[in-house]
């Protein structure tokens, strides 16, 4: 199936274009396929990331560029293993934002060598598990009320960046001024309208829509590369950049913990590529996958990154094209590595516009939140059961609102756990799905067993 005959095969029931094996083993042109991949790249953002943590925590220019090297080489090389040999679905890896606030503080207290350390350790177990076939056995909890709560939090995670990108950025200049909004309504606007239209202009809009942005952006002295011509043509990421290895039991259960929330987000991620494309999700895949999340996190660990998990907003532009093969994200995969080892090239993707990336962007998270709400939804079991995601949701949205007061009367553990969405509801919701569905329903069978 090509991707101009992708809105043909929409379910009234879900909305939701079914693409099948045939989609994802899609060989395109070389020409097309490089496009495409590009704009995979582009609309990751997995480059903010690293710059928002660099910028916060106030790392030397040599330790930013370092992180941003360390991002592309890892998040290159895990996408194009995972799309090639192990889960071998069009997903997309980049670092997880689950570990920025972590990697803020550990790098204002100076022990990020400790947080490197703790992460390479909480792979090496979430490694050992899935190539042991373990790590399936909570598969049992990932029911779509649970995949479904974490999805829609990961979209709404996404919302508070997006908008921040959309408005040109707090504390710049150009924050809420005219020429940013009008940049980025007509980004998104061309985003939906080349997703109605559908054939090429569906597959390309959001390349459309950022050469249309930076040429407005241009048009009104918002587009910057002075800063590209100060980096240099060729760089390697080095090794241990804050130093030899250092292991800290509180940091490394903490960075476990977080590892184990990005895990579980990761198969949910493939949970619903899968539903979306048609395609038959096993446990052997999902081992493969995870094992990848792992070998690509403790890579990114060794060059000073943080953890790598498959992107939501990827797999937005994956329904928004209409475009599912994971051929595509293979090429992104070489692009990312290129940009790992050529960060004048890395420069002038960083120079776009906040207003045009946001713009972009946000199509693609609102389809996440549309996903998760999809999957939710979905599955219909009793009362009990139909609260686990919205309490689940509720936890991820509303204990983090009040987490300054909270940590002073929590242990130091959870102190740092509680101000994140994603791992507050997802914590929550896997408790509630044990405590209120899983529990209960043995006890019926086994009741069931003995009566008969």
């Not at 919205?390 to 101000?419: E, N, Q, R, T």
Request: proline share 4%; aromatic share 8%; with cysteine.
């Amino acid at each position: 199936m090509s991707s101009q005959e992708a809105p043909d095969h929409v379910t009234e029931a879900e909305n939701t274009p079914i693409a099948g094996d045939q989609a994802i083993e899609e060989n395109l042109p070389v020409v097309r396929t490089l496009g495409l991949g590009a704009q995979q790249v582009l609309v990751s953002n997995a480059w903010l990331d690293a710059i928002f943590i660099a910028s916060i925590a106030g790392l030397t220019t040599a330790l930013a560029t370092n992180l941003l090297s360390a991002t592309f080489i890892a998040a290159g090389v895990a996408t194009f293993v995972q799309t090639l040999k192990l889960v071998r679905l069009p997903i997309f890896e980049g670092p997880s934002s689950a570990f920025s606030p972590l990697a803020i503080g550990y790098a204002k207290a100076g022990t990020l060598a400790s947080a490197s350390t703790g992460l390479i350790i909480g792979a090496a177990l979430t490694f050992l598990l899935a190539v042991t076939g373990l790590l399936t056995k909570f598969r049992a909890i990932m029911t779509r009320q649970v995949t479904g709560t974490i999805i829609t939090l990961v979209g709404f995670a996404l919302a508070g960046y997006t908008f921040m990108q959309f408005f040109g950025m707090p504390g710049t200049s150009t924050f809420g001024t005219g020429p940013t909004l009008l940049i980025a309504c007509l980004t998104t606007a061309i985003v939906l309208t080349g997703s109605a239209l559908g054939g090429k202009v569906r597959a390309f809009s959001f390349l459309i829509a950022l050469a249309v942005g930076d040429i407005l952006a241009g048009l009104f002295g918002m587009l910057d590369f002075s800063a590209v011509g100060e980096v240099a043509w060729l760089a390697f990421p080095t090794l241990l950049p804050y130093g030899a290895l250092s292991f800290d039991l509180g940091i490394t259960v903490t960075m476990t913990i977080v590892f184990f929330v990005a895990v579980i987000e990761a198969i949910g991620m493939y949970e619903a590529t899968a539903a979306f494309t048609g395609t038959k999700l096993t446990n052997r895949r999902i081992n493969a996958g995870i094992a990848g999340e792992a070998g690509g996190s403790m890579l990114s660990a060794f060059f000073g990154g943080f953890g790598t998990t498959a992107y939501a907003q990827n797999l937005g532009v994956v329904r928004l094209t209409g475009v599912a093969s994971r051929h595509v994200m293979r090429y992104a995969a070489i692009i990312m590595i290129a940009l790992a080892f050529f960060p004048k090239v890395a420069a002038v993707l960083v120079a776009t516009p906040s207003a045009v990336i946001g713009g972009m962007f946000l199509p693609a998270a609102a389809t996440v939140v549309l996903t998760g709400i999809g999957m939710i939804a979905q599955e219909r079991g009793n009362i009990t059961h139909n609260l686990v995601a919205p309490l689940g949701i509720m936890a991820g949205l509303g204990i983090p609102v009040i987490a300054d007061d909270l940590i002073p009367v929590l242990p130091s553990i959870l102190a740092d756990l509680v101000p994140h969405q994603i791992i507050v509801g997802t914590i929550v919701v896997i408790f509630l799905e044990i405590v209120l569905v899983k529990i209960p329903g043995a006890f019926s069978r086994r009741r069931t067993r003995a009566s008969a």
